[in-house]
């Protein structure tokens, strides 16, 4: 029976005929995913024209689910996860595109996301589990097993030679070989998209083996409070741990004073001022990494590493790495915190 061909090279199960994809030429050109990676390195593809995102928006189901929510929060429920999962059922053989059409994964009001905030973790196939985060619901997702050769990596990064990175990140760093993300790019096009509401090709802008060897008395005052990477909302953090928990997961947290969870380009110089503000009033922070014990922090989520867990988020969020009292800093591969830490943003 015919199948169709997608961007990865993977064919759709048989009887599934799906409509051309974004970009067809290349489609046809770029058959997997090593000649995708040769001639376009560091994108992934990206199709718009899945048959159930062009049902879904000739029936005009996204705007009239949105208006039954808002109207009846918690009488919604059924119905969009009923849909939810024809959705996902059609992207067995093409990715979808939110942003386009299908059901939201995100709530895009607060009303509904407080009458289910139950219902805020979910299991969706494909291997990962999307969370959304405080009064802001920002995703984060969370693969567990997500290299199929992780000991390879490891032995990868023992033979790389670290170096400090600029100022910000506090330890050593190395590139990566980004190839291994290819592994896992149908899932990864999917929750770029789904998840994160992509519509073009993403670009991978870095992709770096990361150790945590900064002592904490080192520490300069930016470094002991939580981060963000980006004010680009399109940019979303790739962080896959390369050792178990012992080494410390990543936290989330909302400032205080402004009730801010992201840090966008309009929030920036308010953010800036307040934190100003808190040092000159109360002094810098001590030293040392922050742990969430400080009432100018709130944390809203706490995501344990595991060896070869990844999480995946907007680097806009305010975040910060659990490094635990008896942490080692040490720069050797064997006995450090390894990750890997990637960055894609939208082409």
Not at 115 to 127: P, Q
Not at 142 to 158: G, M, N, T, W, Y
Not at 255 to 283: C, I, N, P, W
Not at 306 to 317: I, P, Q, S
Request: charged residues 25%.
């Amino acid at each position: 029976m015919r199948t169709a061909p997608l961007c990865s090279g993977i064919a759709c199960p048989p009887g599934r005929l799906v409509q051309p994809l974004y970009k067809p030429a290349i489609c046809r050109k770029y058959r997997c995913p090593e000649a995708w990676a040769k001639a376009r390195p560091g994108t992934f593809p990206v199709s718009i024209n899945h048959p159930a995102a062009s049902r879904l928006q000739r029936q005009g189901w996204l705007s009239e689910t949105r208006s039954e929510m808002a109207r009846d929060p918690v009488g919604s429920r059924r119905a969009l996860f009923k849909h939810a999962r024809e959705f996902r059922a059609g992207a067995r053989c093409a990715r979808p595109a939110l942003g386009i059409a299908g059901p939201p994964v995100r709530p895009s009001f607060q009303g509904w996301q407080k009458a289910n905030a139950s219902m805020y973790e979910t299991e969706y196939r494909g291997g990962y589990t999307v969370q959304f985060l405080g009064q802001e619901a920002e995703p984060l997702v969370v693969i567990d097993d997500f290299s199929k050769r992780p000991d390879a990596l490891v032995a990868e990064a023992s033979r790389r030679t670290f170096t400090p990175p600029p100022p910000g990140y506090p330890g050593i760093r190395s590139n990566a070989p980004s190839e291994y993300l290819m592994d896992q790019a149908e899932m990864l096009r999917e929750i770029l998209t789904r998840v994160f509401g992509y519509t073009r090709d993403a670009k991978l802008i870095e992709c770096s083996f990361s150790l945590v060897t900064t002592a904490p008395d080192k520490l300069y005052s930016a470094q002991r409070i939580p981060h963000h990477d980006s004010t680009d909302p399109n940019l979303i953090a790739l962080l896959h741990y390369l050792s178990g928990p012992e080494k410390g997961g990543t936290s989330h947290y909302r400032h205080t004073s402004t009730g801010y969870e992201t840090v966008r380009q309009d929030r920036l110089d308010t953010y800036r001022q307040a934190l100003d503000a808190e040092e000159r009033q109360d002094g810098a922070l001590p030293s040392g990494y922050f742990n969430g014990k400080s009432p100018r922090f709130q944390r809203i989520a706490q995501t344990e590493a595991r060896f070869n867990r990844v999480v995946m988020y907007r680097g806009a969020l305010l975040h910060s790495g659990d490094i635990p009292p008896d942490f080692s800093f040490s720069p050797d591969v064997a006995a450090g915190r390894l990750t890997v830490n990637s960055f894609f943003l939208q082409g």
